[in-house]
């Protein structure tokens, strides 16, 4: 069992959540995810490790409220428990040795895992872009965090009410053009857009990183859920994973993958909202 130390409303569907968690806070790196479940019944969930701190054995996810696990673990408070908490899982990031300079690309939700990788750069001593985009200025998130860890920070967004107007990919590629030589791009976000950025970056050579989020069950490699196919060749994403190299990936394939429950998923929450107040009830039960 986790308990939850401190929750933050980051904006109206994204929330911070700290969870005690020694053990996975002691290894975990920058790229790594954990899996939980809210309580016995409960589904597994991947997230990532948004942060971490050591000493006092905590771990942090940010999560955006988009179904019934999500909803229901953003109605926790400090002090609850979550009955699951399994990590840190995945593989660290690895970017190519000796990068020096390097543009992370977070999109809405992703730039929660954007961050780690931010802060991990900034950490080895590289030279730090980051290019954060949202849809509007009222889900901006971050951006204070993103500003302590980079050189130069971009925010955009698609309608111009915060920061410059216009898609993550034409400020990345304006970047480039005004002769900015990265020797890595890191992208996180919406499939599409991991899938523009790559695009984007492999005319000019530059090994791109993306953060791959199949459905995953059981994180270890098991089940399957999870494959991909790089390169040609099928990986599992929680143990191959979740980075890859973006030049390779079908993105295609895994857009329509992850789109097989998705009406299932919208029915669970709509024909059912009676289900949400059960597992509520069952989770308030559990809390004790
Ligand atoms: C390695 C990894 C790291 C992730 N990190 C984050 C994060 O830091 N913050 C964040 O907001 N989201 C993250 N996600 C996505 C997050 O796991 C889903 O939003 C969550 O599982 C939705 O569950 P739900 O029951 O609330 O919604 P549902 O209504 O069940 O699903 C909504 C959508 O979430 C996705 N999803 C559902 N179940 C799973 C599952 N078991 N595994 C993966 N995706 C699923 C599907 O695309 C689905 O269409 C990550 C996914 C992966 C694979
Ligand atoms: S989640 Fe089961 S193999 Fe990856």
């Known amino acids: 069992m986790a308990r939850i130390v401190r929750k933050q409303a980051l904006n109206p569907s994204v929330t911070l959540l700290e969870v005690e968690a020694p053990l996975i806070a002691k290894k975990a ?5 954990i899996i939980l479940r809210l309580d016995e019944q409960g589904e597994r969930i991947p997230l990532t490790i948004a942060d971490f701190d050591r000493e006092r054995g905590t771990v942090t996810i940010i999560f ?15 002090g609850s428990v979550i009955a699951d908490f399994v990590g840190p899982l995945g593989r660290p990031t690895e970017l190519p040795q000796g990068a020096r300079r390097v543009c992370i ?3 809405g939700v992703g730039c929660a895992i954007a961050y780690p990788q931010a802060k991990c750069c900034k950490g080895q001593g590289m030279t730090v872009d980051v290019i954060a985009g949202f849809r509007s200025r009222d ?9 302590a860890v980079s050189d130069h920070l971009y925010v955009m967004t698609d309608d111009g009410s915060w920061g410059e107007r216009g898609l993550v990919t034409e400020k ?6 005004a002769g900015i030589r990265y020797d890595a791009v890191v992208a996180i976000g919406p499939i599409p857009m991991m899938k523009f950025v790559s695009r984007t970056t492999e005319p000019y050579g530059i090994p791109t990183l993306v953060s791959l989020n199949p459905i995953m069950i059981d ?6 859920g999870c494959r991909v196919t790089v390169g040609g060749e099928m990986k599992f994403a929680c143990v191959d994973g979740p980075d890859f190299d973006g030049h390779l990936v079908d993105f295609d394939e895994l857009m329509n993958r992850n ?7 919208a029915r669970e929450v709509e024909r059912h909202p009676c289900r949400m107040e059960q597992m509520a009830r069952r ?6």
Do not use: H, K, N, P
């Not at 789109?259 to 998923?265: G, V």
């Not at 989770?283 to 004790?288: K, P, S, T």
């Open 172 to 177: 990345l590629q304006s970047l480039i053009a």
């Open 259 to 265: 789109a097989l429950y998705r009406d299932r998923e």
């Open 219 to 224: 994180g270890t490699g098991m089940c399957g």
């Open 64 to 78: 955006q409220a988009v179904g019934l696990t999500t909803r229901l673990l953003a109605g926790l408070e400090a």
């Open 283 to 288: 989770l308030a039960e559990f809390q004790g």
């Open 29 to 33: 790196q920058a790229g790594q995810f």
């Open 105 to 107: 690309v977070g999109g």
């Open 139 to 147: 889900i901006v998130i971050l951006e204070e965090e993103f500003r």
